[in-house]
């Protein structure tokens, strides 16, 4: 008898990750649970008071730059407030017995995505979006040429209070640090390690499979199907250079990720004449995730190759990507001591609702 998706029960391995499982219990959809409210949305498109709005600009730190300059910004960057990291001092490292630390050395940015305070980024243009990615790979190139102890710079957005989330006013931020991120480390040497052993890319590998792959598995005794896996049914868009994926071990319900067709380690490679198919695609994923779940709190990172000589001969190995995870549920005594991550939202069903969605 086939598995329904409505007690699907399976613990499921990250291809990318081996050692991060993701339990699929879509059971416990059904207990009485608190949700993740939706983010509430300010719409307007100025606010007085609002440091990020235009004509606000001497509540912030002086600009750092502008696109597609200062007087009339579309995209404004300056310095983080409150940064988690800042580049004040360069202290050696300190040793107390087994305990170690080094300086909180590195850069806080924050990039203000448009200067309209209440816009989502479904409703931004293809256009601005473009300008968006290119204010992206620039700040990013700056820091990585300006400073040679920067190991990583992570570009990442936070909507709502459960995403962490702490302003309304559309932004972004950049962090650069002089570590490489467990998750992006990761990554890069499981990714590396399927490299050496298949000569190819894990990721262009799991993009393959997306495209072509489909497979049943028959029950032995009944002969009933037990499971039937069809080609692309974990495609949520798809244009000529990007795809968007729902992973098959999804950490979170509406996970999805979008990586370009053609394979490529560093994101400050991709070229501007493909960055408005790249917007596309954004906008479309993220007009899909709106329509399904409607006012999601959600986190989205750039996973770029670190720079650095240690990671040189790790081009053919990784692929850039973007990794979008909506916070729907809160996280349990159970994922927090264990580290599995409970999905309960079959990543095919969700897969499903999404290309469902009609935008044209």
């Not at 995209?75 to 990291?85: D, G, H």
């Not at 006012?295 to 990784?318: E, M, V, W």
Request: glycine share 4%.
């Amino acid at each position: 008898m086939t598995q329904s998706n409505d007690s699907l029960r399976e613990i499921r391995i990250n291809p990318i990750i081996p050692s991060e499982s993701v339990v699929i219990s879509t059971a416990r959809n059904m207990r009485p649970r608190k949700k993740e409210e939706p983010a509430p949305r300010d719409t307007r498109e100025h606010v007085e008071t609002c440091p990020f709005c235009s004509g606000n600009e001497a509540m912030t730190p002086p600009t750092l730059s502008a696109y597609p300059d200062e007087q009339h910004w579309a995209v404004r960057i300056v310095e983080n407030l409150y940064p988690v990291l800042d580049d004040n001092s360069d202290q050696a490292v300190l040793n107390f017995g087994l305990h170690q630390a080094i300086f909180g050395y590195g850069r806080h940015e924050v990039i203000i995505d448009h200067s309209n305070h209440g816009i989502a980024i479904h409703d931004m243009s293809v256009d601005h979006l473009s300008l968006l990615l290119s204010a992206y790979q620039d700040r990013m190139q700056q820091l990585y040429h300006r400073d040679p102890k920067l190991k990583y710079v992570l570009v990442f957005k936070n909507f709502g209070p459960a995403a962490g989330g702490t302003i309304p006013h559309t932004h972004s931020q950049i962090i650069a640090m002089p570590v490489v991120p467990e998750d992006v480390y990761n990554e890069v040497e499981h990714s590396r390690r399927y490299y050496e052993k298949n000569q190819q890319c894990i990721f262009c590998s799991l993009i393959d499979e997306a495209l072509t792959f489909e497979a049943t598995i028959y029950d032995r005794d009944s002969g009933a199907i037990k499971r039937k896996i069809n080609v692309g049914q974990y495609v949520v868009e798809k244009s000529e250079h990007f795809i968007a994926i729902k992973p098959f071990a999804s950490r979170f319900e509406w996970e999805v990720h979008i990586l370009p067709l053609k394979h490529q380690a560093d994101f400050l490679d991709m070229q501007q004449s493909i960055a408005a198919d790249f917007a596309r695609v954004l906008k479309r994923t993220m007009a899909r995730l709106e329509t399904v779940i409607g006012g999601a709190q959600y986190n989205y990172f750039l996973h770029s190759i670190p720079h650095g000589n240690d990671y040189k001969n790790c081009n053919s190995s990784y692929h850039w990507h973007l990794e979008i995870c909506p916070r729907t549920t809160i996280p349990s005594g159970f994922e927090l001591g264990s580290g599995f991550f409970v999905n309960i939202v079959s990543p095919e069903d969700a897969a499903e609702q999404l290309r469902a969605v009609n935008l044209d």
